[in-house]
């Protein structure tokens, strides 16, 4: 019964050893640490991370953050809806119309808005 198992160990193997070859040549032999300032900056989160706490931050960050990962999850519904689209028929087609026209209004609402401009 074990041997069934041995394929999955000989994968592991075969998968760990392979990913810490690569990040060993990738790491050391390939590349040249070159650290300087613009690179060891924060740029995430707009702000240096080691001030006062209680200092005011741009909220347009989070904006921005929260509009990828709306379109992001957009795209997440399209493809499965793509590739079943032939098996759900006009059904499908109406709701992700549906769904496709309110993140389309969602989208012209926050553009009137001004959320998409960055100063």
Known sequence: MLENYLPVLIFLIIGSVV???LMF?????????????AKNSPFECGFEAFED???KFDVRYYLVA?????FDLEIAF?????IV????GLFGLLAM???LGILVIGFIYEWKKGALEWE
């Open 53 to 55: 706490a209680r200092l």
């Open 97 to 99: 119309g549906i769904f």
């Open 66 to 70: 929260i509009l990828f990962i709306i």
């Open 25 to 37: 040549i990738g790491g050391f032999l390939l590349s040249t640490p070159k650290p300087y300032e």
């Open 85 to 88: 689209l032939d098996k759900i």
């Open 78 to 82: 399209l493809v499965p809806w793509a």
């Open 19 to 21: 990913g810490i070859a």
